[in-house]
């Protein structure tokens, strides 16, 4: 078994102890060694040519933003994941380090009292984040096979009347590569699910709205869904369409976990599906895993255009990469030449 060499960067002895613990009862994975400040980050990861780095944000001498910045600098594809904390300066130091090229987070445990609860969450959170983002760093552009476009069942839709946009590890990084590129006069909503906490969601659509012509906001139960505004999946809550007499309308619940998240791609999907049907453009980013996949099956089934980043431009081509695999997608693009299209496909349908 090829092992995973992982370098631990945190100024506290703590939370080293408790990340080493929670790596090292996976048999994939070596950890190489353990540093307490940026700096030393920086000089070990030239000496130990780790795979993966978790870096913490706040730390003496040099701090994780700037730790991170040198990294990138002499190793720009190593994965780099932030260890940040559950609060609106973590979310905002974060989502600052995802702009500089960190791979992906995860947060603190909230009560490293209970020590058996920490290491759980931290396995739970780091070990499938360092997998995937492991086992992306090996791939060339290609390696994931052969792409088989879509075979329309029926013809595509005359008008496209919402955009959805689902997206996790690397999505902040695309959406504010994407949603800037698209015109304020889009003419439909937009409504995007992105894997994130409470707070962190919040942040990310106000970041996105100071770079997009087009309004962008955080979620609220309620809200009316409107052209020329971008609604955000708060974190912790589904997001779901509702048709309410000649409006449709934004509804927010905390039910169960689909895929391992809150929120879902796929609650949103199906709930488009109800309200738009073929009406719907479909278009999956940069994420790990699979959430989304039975949406787009259901959405893709009933005629809706489906754009999927391709392997290349994606942090980790999990969800794009299974949409395109299971030959659902009508086109596999770039992320840069994503907005183009999208508004092509919008306009085009909607002159038709």
């Known amino acids: ?25 996976a048999s994939d994975i070596e950890i190489v060694g353990l540093a307490r400040d940026g700096l030393e980050a920086v000089r070990m990861v030239d000496q130990l040519r780790p795979d993966v ?20 600098d002499k190793h720009p594809r190593l994965p780099v994941i932030m260890f940040s904390t ?33 290491i759980a969450a931290v396995r739970d959170q780091l070990v499938p984040r360092i997998r995937a983002l492991a086992g992306m760093r090996k791939l060339t552009p290609g390696a994931g096979g052969p792409i088989v476009r879509r075979t329309r069942p029926v013809p ?25 590129r698209l015109p304020g006069d889009l003419g ?26 087009l309004t962008v906001r955080e979620a609220a139960d309620g809200d009316q869904v409107r052209p020329g505004e971008v609604l955000i999946a708060p974190g912790d ?20 976990q689909e895929n391992f998240c809150r929120p879902a791609v796929d609650v949103l999907f199906r709930s488009a599906f109800e309200v738009y049907g073929a009406g719907a453009l479909v278009t999956m980013l ?13 959405l893709a089934a009933a005629g809706a255009p489906v754009l999927v980043q391709d392997e290349e431009s994606s942090v980790v081509w999990g969800m794009p ?12 693009l770039a992320l840069d030449a994503l907005a183009d299209r999208i508004t092509r496909t919008i306009r085009r349908s909607r002159a038709a």
Not at 10 to 21: N, P, Y
């Open 321 to 332: 990469g299974a949409v395109a695999g299971a030959g659902l997608a009508d086109d596999v």
């Open 237 to 256: 809550h589904h997001l779901r369409v509702r048709r309410s007499g000649a409006s449709v309308r934004a509804f927010l619940d905390q039910g169960p």
């Open 156 to 180: 595509a839709p005359t008008r496209v009347d919402a955009l959805l946009i689902g997206c996790s590890t690397g999505g902040p990084d695309a959406l504010a590569r994407l949603l800037p």
């Open 286 to 298: 940069t994420g790990m895993g699979q959430d989304g996949l039975a949406g787009t099956r259901e």
């Open 1 to 25: 078994m090829t092992q995973i060499k992982v370098l631990i960067v945190d100024d506290s002895a703590l939370v080293r102890r408790l990340v080493s613990t929670a790596l090292g009862q």
């Open 188 to 213: 439909v909503p937009v409504l995007v699910v992105q894997h994130m906490p409470p707070v962190f969601t919040a942040m990310l659509a106000q970041r996105l709205d100071k770079l997009s012509a």
């Open 53 to 72: 780095v978790t870096l913490d944000i706040e730390m003496p001498v040099l701090d994780g933003l700037g730790a991170l910045t040198r990294i990138r």
């Open 86 to 118: 559950l609060t609106e300066r973590g979310a905002t130091a974060t989502l600052d380090a995802l702009s500089r090229g960190a791979s992906d987070y995860v947060t603190k445990p909230s009560n490293t009292g209970q020590i058996a609860d920490g």
